[in-house]
């Protein structure tokens, strides 16, 4: 089936809308998961490059993992069964959280039973799977953290206790690499909140290509003061206690070591450790005895790319930038295996763009340029030297994903427009998994090749739209609006199925805002705007949504102007927007109501007191309330440290409007917050309380920054309904 013709059938919902006749309701988004965005899940692309495998459940309630060709798209074989697993090795039942191969494809690392920790950490018990005689090897008897294979597929490496482990599985013997890890001390071969949340990392340790070395991470962090939050599960409540530093506050002391599995021996390598600096990224090169290291100044406005000789420790700076803001860091960087080269993002130009590099750090060329951003690097193909990415090139509403020689020639979009789209390649760069969507189609799933041609339909919510179409679901419209300084602004807004323009209606905004993030794209929204859907089509509200300066895709200037003042910039934009929509004949612009959660919240906060003659309603989820509150990593890249930068912190923080307070205000927050700490909403709710201003508030017990589980988003956004409903 040719491209056009999926794009036209998978199309065909947009003309379906105007026959819906059901009204969404909360439990639809909430409960009954009625609008279910499917996709493909445990998609491994295999070795060959020939084949790809998923993960399912059969008719029997069986979990499966199948190999697929992906040319052909028929099954070749069943590689995992829970049930054979239960049959060969005697035991009652066995699931899969997740699973991945050794290099060779003979044996499936699996782990289940698992506790999530923070964003990206967890534990689990982990075990190895031999494919051709089905045998059942547990990696350790407790559960483990970031189990990950070498090489040959003959030994494990996994963290417990904050110590680096490393398991055997010919001889059965478990290697103590450290023994000094102690919570909320020492953290070996992992990393520390900070680090996790703001660097998004998870595993501190990478194995070199032939499996004779282990670079990992040592994390002191024992002079980072700790911070408790109240558990409320027995008779007497117990803190969680955790190192967490805040803006202006130490940091952890971090080093990295080279673990030789020859010598039984690890040395550190020279990195300048006694400095205040971070280490966010290590990453082996071709050579097995060279390491490539990542190191930012604590501003965050320097950085540089070393490379460690991991025999003798010492390290050579190759690449160094210097920003008068702030450098974010990436995963963009792939060493060549030929030429010693290799390829990195960088905004030195104003724009993300992909370069190419020597070893010594002479740049060879720049292969991507324009006023436009680079999304991320998706890999590189050694055998046509071609890199893949994706780009903001057509618009900052949509990423699409290219291809360009390494001559920085025939540049080529292998996606069609008017949709979003992400890309998993396979092993040899002939196939990628393609999803895409758009603001108002969910996901169609599909098998590439590297042409751009699809090869087949592997998901197309099919179900889903048909869903759809027997709701009141109204289209999402894309706009540009005047922010008064000379900068257009994009937007989506919602209007309700039977809007009338010769009516007004009340606007409800949605805003999140902050630096480098982005709402406005042509891409499936989810159960949030299920709930705009019907807030529009059952309950009459406007909806929209803005971008403000400092949102990502339009450039570093656009990104980074609101550096050492956050929420200044953003705020008047979104200001500025409301008065815009206002100004509108349908727009009832005394009752205009903004709504976020983090950093939206942070947003929605300021606008209800700043923008006071604006906004008469506002709903902050989980907000930032005063940057000192906030960890030192993402404050101080934007805001340099609290000592530096006093009014910055001080002239955009809520706590310091609360007075100015008129219109109707809820503030929402869970009280195991470990990122954004209840403490916030706690410090505005004292402000408002000694300023005598009235407000609504709710505290979600033991839920963290995602308040989820159970029961709880459904209570949570019927609260924010009736709420709306009430004061909007």
Known sequence: MSKK????????????????QNQITLEDIWKKGTFYNRGVSGFIPLKDGNHYCVMEVNNKKEQIVVKYNYETGKAIDTLINTSKICQNNSIASFNISDFKFSKDENNALITNDVNYIYRHSSESMAFVLNLKTYKLTAVSDNKIMYPTFDPSGTKVAYVYKNNLYLKDLITSKTIEITNDGKKNEIINGAVDWVYEEEFSMSSGFDWNDDGSSIAYYRFDESKVSEFSMPVYENLYPENYVFKYPKAGEANSTVDVFVYNLNENKSLKMITG?????????????????????????????????????????????????????????????????????????????????????????EQVRQLTNGNFDIAEIKGYDEKNKVVYFSSFEKTPLEK?????????????????????????????????????????????????????????????????????????????????????????????????????SFKTYPLLMFVYGGPGSQQVTNGWGGANFMWHQMLANRYGYIIACVDNRGTGARGAEFKKITYRQLGKYESDDQIAAAEYFGKLNFIDKKRIGIWGWSYGGYMSSICITKGADVFKTAIAVAPVTNWRFYDNIYTERY???????????????PINMAGKLKGNYLIIHGTADDNVHFQNSVAMVEKLVENNKQFKSAY?????????GGNTRLHLFTLMTNFILENL
């Open 5 to 20: 013709v999926i794009i036209l059938v998978w199309g065909l919902f947009s003309f379906c809308v105007l026959t819906a």
């Open 700 to 708: 979600y017990p033991n839920k963290n920054h995602g308040i989820y």
């Open 400 to 500: 699409h994903i290219y291809k360009i020689d390494l001559t920085g020639k025939n540049k080529t979009d292998l996606t069609p427009e008017n949709t979003n789209h992400s890309a998993t390649f396979n092993s040899t760069f002939t196939y990628f998994l393609h999803n895409q969507s758009s603001i108002n189609s969910p996901s169609l799933v599909t098998i590439c090749n590297n042409k751009g041609k699809t090869i087949r339909i592997l998901e197309n919510n099919d179900a889903l739209q048909k869903k759809l179409a027997e709701y009141k679901f109204s289209k999402a419209v894309f706009g540009k609006l005047p922010n008064g300084t000379g900068e257009l602004l994009n937007y989506w807004i919602i209007k309700p199925l039977d809007f009338d």
């Open 639 to 653: 805001m340099q440290l609290p000592k530096d930068n006093p009014e910055g912190y001080d002239n955009n923080s």
């Open 273 to 361: 450790s006694q400095n205040d600096q971070y280490l966010p990224r290590i990453m082996w090169t071709k050579n097995k005895n060279l390491l490539s290291i990542q190191r930012l100044n604590r501003l965050q406005n320097k950085w540089e790319l070393m490379l460690a000789d991991a025999k003798t420790g010492a390290t050579k700076t190759i690449i160094e930038e210097n920003d008068k803001y702030y450098i974010d860091i990436t995963d963009d960087l792939i060493f060549l295996n030929t030429d010693e080269q290799f390829i990195y993002t960088s905004e030195k130009s104003g724009y993300r763009h992909i370069y190419l590099c020597k070893l010594s750090g």
